[in-house]
Nanobody, 125 residues
Framework: QVQFVESGGGLVQPGGSLRLSCTSS????????IGWFRQAPGKEREAVSC????????YYADSVKGRFTISRDNAKNTMYLQMSSLKPEDTAVYYC??????????????????WGQGIQVTVSS
């Protein structure tokens, strides 16, 4: 069973930065689409940023373009989300995810993939 350990969340002031990490155990990220999603209280979960299986295509939600960067280190089985210029509206629980299909064509993980347990990010002064 795939397990992920997320880290790097917490409380940060507006304008600050955080880097989220998501490390998988017993599962290689190599050649799987990866993504970060978030869910704020009272809102639906949304895709924040994704990268295709070959990293040739990336997706960023309009609200985070220019501020967030997704990356991965396959040797460490770890994906990252670098978040800068954080805003109060970025406050949410963030989830990492991988697609279920290796060498798939999707940019973002779809149904049936593997998910992290979620980590809280709070942007507040």
């Amino acid at each position: 069973q795939v397990q992920f350990v997320e880290s790097g969340g917490g409380l940060v002031q507006p304008g600050g930065s955080l880097r989220l990490s998501c490390t998988s155990s017993g599962f290689t990220l190599d050649n799987y689409a990866i993504g970060w999603f978030r869910q704020a209280p009272g809102k639906e979960r949304e895709a924040v940023s994704c990268s295709s299986s070959s990293d040739s295509t990336t997706y960023y939600a309009d609200s985070v373009k220019g501020r967030f960067t997704i990356s991965r280190d396959n040797a460490k089985n770890t994906m990252y989300l670098q978040m800068s210029s954080l805003k109060p509206e970025d406050t949410a629980v963030y989830y990492c995810a991988t697609d279920k299909i290796r060498f798939g064509v999707r940019t973002c993980p779809g149904d049936g993939g593997s998910w992290g347990q979620g980590i809280q990010v709070t942007v507040s002064s």
